[in-house]
């Protein structure tokens, strides 16, 4: 056989055995416009595949994601943590004249005097009355806005936290842990990541209850000046046990007079790291788990560092603490720039975090037998408890939540699944066709490497031996 033969056999072969479609059908055609026919289908039906192979790699690299919600019922849900804050910094029945003297630039953004100051408090003149608005004396060294509000300010004592249960069973200040928010002194409920409460059962009978006295009467805040505008009551935020709360952004504002039901439902996410997503998980200097509200905490903190030369009493730093001048003067603009967004924070989000909303309602506070039972226990009338009294239920109406997780819209397996069946669909192909057509080419390589190294073939006519001892041709 030629070599021209063996070359038709190998391409041959290869069209009549390939699993490819069409291939067979056209070097078969029984006529030339049939095999035309069948060779224009294979051509187009091969460019149709590669547009949508392209356009599946295409899509791949884009890293888009979809969005995955799924509603879990179980038989005990993580409780939140409970965050409570007040909306005075500190009591004018606990902090003394020099005291309030010092907080003054703060407070009512100006110094005042003591003279000043009991006519802004309603007190009488130090002339009529010479004992102090405290029992406490002053400190002696320096002061120091933290300490000053960690000791007058909101407190958990039994005449303001009148009532306290979790699932009907009593809890004191004891419960609770403490940390500094804008608006002073905030206590928490729940706040132990390691072992967090959990209900059992659905229904504000089975959560967390608590009656707050917040003694409006010794507010020592004023509208506008102090970085409020005039608001009575308590500021609430359930949270994640790993969280710090972020009461200035976050929390809800309850109103004395009322019986507040706060019914909450969780929420866990789950988010992509790039590229599929933009979820980051960065490490934090004063809080062991990565959340936004401390990322933005300690952003905050770094940035009136920067500025300021110290660190407020409600945010995380190692400087020393700031003064109340410094306070109304610097952390205020500070906190200006990061509200008009002159100053930013990098706070990627978190690639897990789990959040929880709060359905508030409210009801009467309170009916007629309860001030009867109010004034006979504690001597507090009914305007009294109208002007101060907070009631307050936490609890979950139904034991189930919500996960939001973000997916790849196209992972690596979706991708060959997704090229393997516009492959035969489209041009019969599978990774076996591969293997075929690395067989040929490979036959087809190997035949013309050996075809240039074959040696060059000598013609050699045959002679004749005539008389004479000639030689002829």
């Avoid at 192979?53 to 879990?72: A, H, P, V, W």
């Avoid at 200097?285 to 300690?298: A, F, I, Q, R, V």
């Avoid at 409210?362 to 001597?379: I, Q, V």
């Avoid at 997704?418 to 066709?433: P, Q």
Wanted: with cysteine; aromatic share 10%.
């Amino acid at each position: 056989m030629s070599s021209e033969d063996k070359r038709v056999s190998l391409e041959a072969d290869f069209a009549t055995s390939t699993s490819l479609h069409g291939f067979s059908k056209a070097y078969n055609a029984p006529n030339r416009a049939l095999r035309y026919l069948w060779i224009l289908a294979i051509l187009a039906f091969n460019a149709w595949f590669a547009y949508m192979f392209i356009s599946m790699i295409q899509s791949y690299f884009e890293y888009s994601t979809i969005t995955d919600m799924t509603l879990e019922f179980t038989d005990e849900v993580t409780f939140p943590a409970i965050t409570i804050c007040n909306y005075n910094r500190v009591d004018s029945n606990e902090v003394t004249m020099a005291e309030l003297s010092y907080l003054s630039p703060m407070l009512y953004g100006r110094q005042m005097d003591e003279p000043a100051l009991r006519g802004l408090l309603d007190l009488p003149p130090a002339a009529q009355n010479n004992t102090d608005t405290s029992t406490t004396t002053a400190p002696t060294s320096g002061f120091n806005i933290a300490d000053i509000i960690r000791q007058r300010g909101f407190s958990l004592t039994p005449m303001r936290m009148v009532w306290c249960t979790w699932k009907g069973q009593y809890c004191t200040s004891l419960n609770f842990t403490h940390s500094f928010g804008f608006n002073g002194n905030c206590y928490t409920f729940n706040g132990d990541r390691d072992s967090p409460l959990k209900q059992t059962l659905e229904g504000v009978d089975n959560g967390f209850k608590i009656v707050i006295d917040v003694m409006e009467h010794l507010y020592t805040e004023q509208s506008v000046t102090s970085g409020n505008s005039g608001e009575v009551g308590l500021r609430v935020l359930a949270h994640d046990q790993s969280e710090p709360p972020m009461m200035e952004t976050h929390s809800i504002a309850i109103a004395p007079g009322s019986h507040a039901f706060m019914a909450v439902t969780q929420t866990k996410y789950r988010n992509h790291a790039p590229p599929w997503g933009k979820c980051q998980d960065l490490e934090l200097t004063y809080y062991d788990t990565y959340t936004l509200p401390g990322c933005h905490l300690e952003c905050r903190g770094r940035l009136v560092e920067q500025a300021c030369g110290c660190t407020p009493y409600f945010l995380p730093g190692t400087m020393p603490p700031c003064e109340p001048q410094v306070m109304l003067e610097c952390v205020t603009s500070v906190t200006q720039q990061l509200m008009t967004g002159d100053l930013k924070c990098d706070c990627p989000t978190p690639c897990s975090m789990t959040k929880y909303g709060a359905a508030v309602t409210y009801a009467g506070y309170p009916n007629r037998l309860t001030k009867k039972f109010y004034n006979n226990a504690y001597n507090l009338t009914p305007d009294y408890i109208r002007e101060n009294g907070v009631v307050l239920d936490i609890f979950y109406e139904s034991l189930n939540y919500q996960t939001i997780s973000q997916l790849k819209a196209m992972d690596a397996g979706q991708l060959a699944s997704n090229m393997g069946g516009t492959m035969g669909l489209f041009i019969g192909a599978s990774v076996m066709t591969l293997l075929e057509i690395s067989e040929y080419l490979g036959l087809r390589f190997a035949r013309l490497v050996s075809r240039r190294q074959r040696p060059l073939a000598i013609n050699v006519e045959p002679t004749t031996v005539t008389k004479g001892n000639d030689w002829k041709q």
